[in-house]
């Protein structure tokens, strides 16, 4: 009989919420954490790369304007722009009494984002290849369609 609870715990572990909400909430911290254990090499999470590659694609940014490519709130955005500060991955450039900050990515941020883009590109065929393309297509749809919900 234990080994049958077991079983059944087992399996309530593993099935799904009624909630969707929660489903997606489990979905995302599993992804995110895929994706950080293919970029712990780097020393970077999924969000901080994210960022650096917003920043390679958009170059000199305000904060505004990046939490607004990226759909992210202020608040988010700047803890999160804090270590790779601190880091000397990202600086303000802004002129000197601008009241608006300029982000840019240094040399240093440009190396450290050129080597975890391998590792990312590797995450992504992981989920690829786990998921399969198809799927992949269906649900990359389905969650642009979950985003615009909130629109």
Not at 26 to 53: E, H, T, W
Not at 67 to 73: I, K, N, P, S
Not at 77 to 98: I, W
Request: proline share 2%; with cysteine.
């Amino acid at each position: 009989m234990a080994a049958s609870r077991k079983d059944k715990k087992t399996s309530q572990k593993n099935s799904p919420s009624v909630c969707t909400c929660i489903n997606l909430r489990r979905s995302s911290m599993a992804v995110s954490g895929l994706y950080d254990r293919y970029l712990a090499p780097s020393g970077l999470n999924i969000c901080q790369f994210s960022l650096l590659k917003h920043l390679t694609v958009l170059g000199p940014v305000s904060v505004s304007e990046l939490a607004l490519e990226m759909r992210l709130d202020r608040t988010t955005l700047v803890r999160n722009l804090k270590a790779l500060e601190q880091r000397g991955y990202v600086e303000d450039t802004s002129a000197e009494g601008s009241r608006n900050r300029c982000l840019t990515l240094t040399g240093s941020g440009k190396a450290v984002y050129n080597d975890a883009a391998a590792l990312w590109e590797e995450a992504q065929l992981f989920l690829q290849e786990s998921l399969g393309s198809a799927d992949l297509q269906i649900l990359t749809a389905l969650l642009s369609k979950v985003e615009k919900l909130s629109l």
